[in-house]
């Protein structure tokens, strides 16, 4: 069983490598990974010092985020197949990079509302356009194998940042932080623009 896994798993990472859309793609992933796990795990301090509200006021920050990921979903999916999903996927990275920046500095709780509902309906571009993309530059034989090595990468990255967010947040201000974390999501939306015109193939190879 293990030596199956490793062969899959290693079966997997020689595709998406001979790819340049998915090789671009694992990258937009990790930069995203680790924005992700920083803003996630320093959000109660966005709470506490820069809006100055007590720790219960999370949960509604993450309400508003998660209303908007739903209206976001219905909203994309309309007009989706008309978007390249490269493009809708850098469109999605580059709104989280506005909007991270834009949290960290905010200290009106209007604001940093209004702004994590934003960042709520656009994150289902980053969401519809990774899985679109493995599904058009992956042969259905492989499917599997390719989200096995690009899923990991981004939960892994996520994992890292999320466990060095504490050490940083006692070298570096909360906004700095942030700053770093929305430059990271730029970083991912721009390494997407080499791959931006690129149409899927109609016949992939294994």
Known sequence: ??????????????????????????????????????????????????????????????????????????????????VPPQLLLSIGMLIGAICTVIVGYSTNVTVTLATQFINGLAFPCIHIGISTMILKWSHESIVGRVNGVLNPMFTGMMVISMSLAGTLKGTYPLVSIYTGAGFLFFLGSMVLIPIMRQKAPENLSV
Do not use: D, H
């Open 1 to 82: 069983v293990k030596g199956q896994f490793v062969k899959e798993l290693s079966e997997g990472f020689r595709y998406v490598w001979q790819s340049q859309v998915l090789r671009m793609l694992g990258a937009a992933f990790i930069l995203a990974g680790l924005a992700v796990g920083l803003s996630q795990a320093l959000g109660l301090f966005i709470v506490t010092e820069r809006l100055g509200k007590p720790e219960e006021f999370l949960q509604y920050m993450l309400i508003v985020n998660g209303v908007a990921m739903l209206v976001g979903g219905g909203i994309v999916a309309v007009f989706s197949k008309r």
